[in-house]
């Protein structure tokens, strides 16, 4: 059989490394389309923000990923001036609306929507569907 040596300890990360490295090489047709994706996506994460903070400067209520994006992406297609944002896939536009919330403000905004400061851990990550909120 064999000996284990429990003098020697090594952590899970010391002996699994899970970090890689890729460098990809877009050919100038992906480039354009990977600029074309990147741009649209751009325009809608900042079309969405002013559209949230003008709201907020206004004294409306927040408005709901639903409401930014029949406002930013399914009717600004209609339009003259962003007709093109129906050229790249909606799943980068959505993901552009995700990203918003990703933002440290509105995890901040989360966070208060339940009841507990930022600081607090509530376990609920915002959404108000806290244990705490539940006690008997």
């Known amino acids: 059989m064999y000996e284990h040596d429990l003098s020697c300890t090594w952590t899970y990360n010391q002996l699994v490394r899970l970090r890689y490295n890729f460098r990809i090489y877009p050919t100038v047709g992906q480039q354009q ?48 001036e962003r007709a093109w944002l129906g050229e790249v896939s909606s799943v980068v536009l959505q993901q552009a609306l995700a990203d918003l919330n990703a933002t440290p403000a509105s995890r901040s905004r989360r966070a208060e929507s339940c009841g507990f400061r930022r600081s607090a851990t509530c376990g609920c990550g915002g959404r108000g569907s806290c244990r705490r909120n539940r006690r008997q």
């Open 33 to 80: 389309s990977l600029a074309r994706a990147l741009g649209c996506a751009r325009v809608v994460f900042n079309d969405a923000l002013r559209a949230r903070k003008e709201a907020h400067a206004a004294g409306q209520p927040y408005l709901s990923d639903g409401e930014l994006s029949k406002v930013v992406i399914t009717q600004a297609k209609k339009t003259v």
